[in-house]
């Protein structure tokens, strides 16, 4: 049976004197983001995270706070292990880098992306990200437009980074979607979802083939993206 810190009235010996580590905040947000990378930051649950470490959930409440004040707290963490590129970079590659990190990141706590799309990043982790991204873009020619261009890019990554983790969730879904899709094939009176059918078939079934195509889709989109801000970007010059 868990134990709570000591001297709590009807429980157990203390945590010391049972050899176990004391619970703090800190270990709490690290078990915390242990079962996100498992299991997904939706799918834990107060208890258990006070399962693992040894502890009754009053303990977390304590600590922490909430589920909400815990998933706060993780997500903070999780955007804190983003490298901040150099200032001096061209604004398309520092965007570039910045959100191919993210993903990469963000891909090993499922769920991190949904609500970082949902919420935004929390100010307390991103303010270093956003001073930098927003200046760069500034510098660049974007002036006022600057703040709107950042969240464009930032939120358009997320959606992609999520709808990735929500078909990982439910593979057996999108197995079957592309199998139905695959009545299309070949369908001469339906070119357009004729060849959606094709791409869907090629990049169901395989699973590392399944993790290339949505590597190649994420950069696509992200390109596309920076492609259209190029143009954008010269228009508010001309």
Request: charged share 25%.
């Amino acid at each position: 049976m868990p134990l709570t810190s000591a001297g709590s009235p009807g429980r157990s010996r203390s945590r010391t004197a049972a050899g176990l580590p004391a619970v703090t905040a800190e270990r709490l947000t690290g078990a915390a983001i242990r079962l996100t990378a498992e299991h997904g930051l939706d799918n834990w649950t107060v208890r258990q995270l006070a399962a693992a470490v040894d502890a009754y959930p009053a303990v977390v409440y304590h600590h922490v706070g909430d589920r909400e004040a815990v998933v706060k707290a993780v997500v903070e963490q999780v955007v804190a292990k983003l490298p901040l590129h150099d200032a001096d970079l061209p604004w398309r590659e520092w965007f570039f880098r910045t959100l191919t990190d993210m993903r990469g990141v963000f891909r090993c706590y499922p769920g991190s992306a949904r609500r970082v799309q949902s919420f935004g990043l929390s100010i307390a982790a991103s303010v270093k990200f956003i001073d930098r991204g927003v200046l760069i873009l500034q510098n660049a020619g974007f002036a006022e437009e600057s703040p709107l261009v950042y969240n464009v890019l930032t939120c358009t990554a997320c959606q992609f980074i999520a709808m990735e983790d929500d078909h990982d969730a439910d593979q057996a879904a999108r197995v079957d979607a592309a199998a139905r899709f695959r009545h299309y094939e070949g369908r001469s009176d339906l070119p357009g979802a004729s060849a959606m059918a094709g791409e869907a078939s090629a990049n169901s079934v395989d699973a590392d083939q399944v993790r290339r195509y949505y590597g190649e889709m994420y950069d696509y989109a992200v390109n596309r993206c920076l492609d259209g801000l190029v143009t954008r970007l010269a228009e508010i010059k001309n």
